[in-house]
């Protein structure tokens, strides 16, 4: 199994208020499209949507950057694999985000994640695995599945946390049970 790798993405960092402002644009229509009431949040609803479709969708062109930068990151890392993308919004406040990312895991072979505005927080991988990555503006997080891991803030900071969580899967999604596959058609894209 191959080790986790950071890349810092050129697109985020050289761009970091327009593609906040995508971000702020989409979040209301990703609530609308995929029917996500306020009382749930972007993370927990990641069944029911794929932020970089929707991004296309709406013509958002750093995301489509973004989705092409990220796209090169997983090939490498999968070398060349076919397999598939699912990936959604984590939209958090200082207050929200230790509960909305408390502990976890993702059941999928690769998982990753894209460190937008992070602002202070650190992604600790918990059991064990026992490390810490301090999230900064830029950094694309890839490494193994299944990995138990929260969010914890380091510091005080105003405003909202983005980030962009995503996994890979190896299987075709409409050869996987229903659970994993629901909403196949906005939730998965094929990247090779
Ligand atoms: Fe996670």
């Not at 929707?54 to 997983?74: D, M, Q, S, T």
């Not at 598939?84 to 999928?108: F, G, I, M, P």
């Not at 810490?132 to 105003?158: C, L, M, S, W």
Request: net charge negative; glycine share 6%.
């Amino acid at each position: 199994m191959k080790e986790y790798k950071i890349i810092k993405s050129k697109t985020v960092v050289d761009n970091l208020d327009g593609i906040v402002s995508e971000i702020e644009e989409l979040e209301p229509i990703i609530r609308l499209q995929a029917a996500i009431p306020d009382w749930e949040t972007t993370t927990w609803t990641y069944d029911r949507y794929n932020i970089f479709l929707v991004a296309k969708e709406h013509g958002k062109p750093l995301l489509n950057f973004l989705y092409e930068e990220l796209k090169e990151v997983i090939l490498e890392y999968t070398e060349g694999k076919t397999c598939w993308l699912q990936s959604w919004l984590n939209y958090d406040t200082h207050k929200t985000v230790e509960q909305n990312l408390r502990e976890h895991q993702h059941a999928w072979p690769v998982q990753g994640y894209i460190s937008i505005n992070p602002k202070e927080t650190k992604t600790i991988f918990t059991k064990k695995y026992d490390y810490e990555v301090i999230n900064e503006i830029g950094n694309i997080y890839i490494g193994p599945g299944y990995r138990f891991h929260k969010v914890v803030n380091t510091d005080a900071y105003q405003g909202t946390r983005i980030t962009i969580g995503w996994d890979i899967t190896y299987k075709d999604p409409r050869e996987t049970p229903e659970s994993y596959s629901g909403n196949y058609g906005s939730r998965f894209i094929q990247i090779n």
